[in-house]
């Protein structure tokens, strides 16, 4: 609660006074928070994770923390709850009309405080906030790797071709360049941060494969 700091930030149209003082949201009582997981691409080397534009959030969690800060209760809403979606103000801020019937997953499009008003009204508790989660790391071997984007978009596209080989020209449009160079690049940061130089394999003249389990 204390380590918010700087990345508290007001709903659309408010003023930051709304946040209090630079120590983040002055919080007291009981707690509930949004927790959510983005795929937006917003701020990433263009193509890394495809062209498909807005934000979704297919991982949902409303953390409880209790007064005495001594414990929580999570709660995990599934992707595909449909919910009614009272009108919100999105980022930009034009006006949100409320809605019927939405899939949950798909209001974090319209920003955050659109996706936590709707969990709201659905849980019948006040939310104070929402965190947003974009992925930056990798788990291979029970060890957590830091891992960048772009280098997230390569191993997905590795694993996706499950031990198959994939060209140079298949990972370049990943990497937004043409120069060839930059794929062997990527391979090496890849494998430099993975610990493991064979974790990706050079199939000569043809491209790259993920190693299989035993290899």
């Known amino acids: 609660m204390q380590n918010i700091g700087e990345n508290?930030?007001?709903?659309?149209?408010?003023?930051?006074?709304?946040?209090?003082?630079?120590?983040?949201?002055?919080?007291?009582?009981?707690?509930?928070l949004l927790i959510?997981?983005?795929d937006?691409?917003?701020?990433?080397?263009?193509?890394?994770?495809?062209?498909v534009g807005g934000a979704r959030s297919d991982v949902m969690m409303l953390l409880?923390?209790?007064?005495?800060?001594?414990?929580?209760?999570?709660?995990?809403?599934?992707r595909d709850t449909m919910v009614a979606a009272p009108e919100c103000t999105a980022e930009d801020g034009r006006t949100v009309a409320a809605r019927q019937a939405v899939q949950i997953n798909g209001?974090?499009?319209?920003?955050?405080?659109?996706?936590?008003?709707?969990v709201?009204?659905?849980?019948?508790?006040?939310?104070?906030g929402a965190l947003i989660v974009r992925?930056?790391?990798?788990?291979?071997?029970?060890?957590?790797?830091?891992?960048?984007?772009?280098g997230l978009a390569l191993l997905r596209l590795l694993a996706q071709a499950?031990?198959?080989?994939?060209?140079?020209?298949?990972?370049?449009?990943?990497?937004?360049t043409a120069d060839a160079h930059a794929v062997e690049v990527a391979i090496g940061r890849l494998r430099e941060a993975a610990g493991r130089r064979d974790l990706v394999r050079t199939v000569v003249k043809r491209g790259y494969r993920l190693a299989l389990a035993g290899e």
Not at 107 to 118: K, S, T, V
């Open 107 to 118: 209001l974090l499009d319209q920003g955050p405080f659109c996706a936590l008003d709707a």
């Open 8 to 32: 508290a930030v007001a709903r659309p149209g408010a003023t930051t006074e709304a946040l209090g003082d630079t120590d983040g949201p002055d919080w007291h009582g009981p707690v509930n």
């Open 120 to 128: 709201a009204e659905l849980a019948l508790a006040t939310v104070a």
């Open 36 to 38: 959510m997981g983005s």
């Open 135 to 150: 992925a930056r790391s990798a788990v291979l071997d029970g060890r957590v790797l830091p891992i960048s984007p772009s």
């Open 64 to 78: 409880h923390v209790a007064e005495d800060r001594e414990s929580a209760t999570l709660v995990s809403i599934p």
């Open 162 to 176: 499950q031990g198959s080989v994939v060209s140079r020209e298949e990972v370049l449009p990943l990497l937004g």
């Open 40 to 51: 937006t691409r917003d701020g990433q080397v263009s193509g890394d994770y495809g062209d």
